[in-house]
């Protein structure tokens, strides 16, 4: 599932107007919540009194690494290459449905 993921959304990048423009590319790295993570999360959720099991939301993930524009002067570059951090975030939404206030 996070391989599909992950080409759904360098496939969608990819066709995106503005974010060539932005980045040279960008690094996709997926990660799945190991089950020792996991426990601790839970019992960590559990002494504060939540419900450990509705309230994990993390078991898995893409981050993005975006790599600058070398053709640009360095203030620039990184300019462009965080409105290109924001064009994958919205891309992303657009896929794929947020958890409401849990978004990093």
Same mark, same amino acid.
């Given at each position: 599932a996070l391989y599909a993921a992950q080409q759904q959304l360098l496939a969608a990048l990819?066709? &995106?107007? &503005?974010?060539? !423009? %932005?980045?040279?590319?960008?690094?996709?790295r997926t990660r799945t919540k190991s089950l020792f993570s996991m426990m601790k999360k839970m019992v960590r959720l559990s %002494?504060?009194?939540k419900q450990a099991s509705g309230q994990v939301f993390d078991l898995l993930g893409i981050r993005a690494v975006v790599q600058p524009r070398e053709d640009l002067p360095e203030p620039e570059a990184e300019a462009a290459?965080? !409105?290109?951090?924001?064009?994958i975030e919205s891309v992303a939404k657009q896929l794929w449905q947020g958890v409401p206030e849990r978004t990093k």
């Open positions: 990819s066709a &995106h107007p &503005h974010f060539s !423009e %932005k980045a040279s590319g960008c690094v996709l %002494k504060q009194g290459a965080v !409105e290109a951090c924001y064009i």
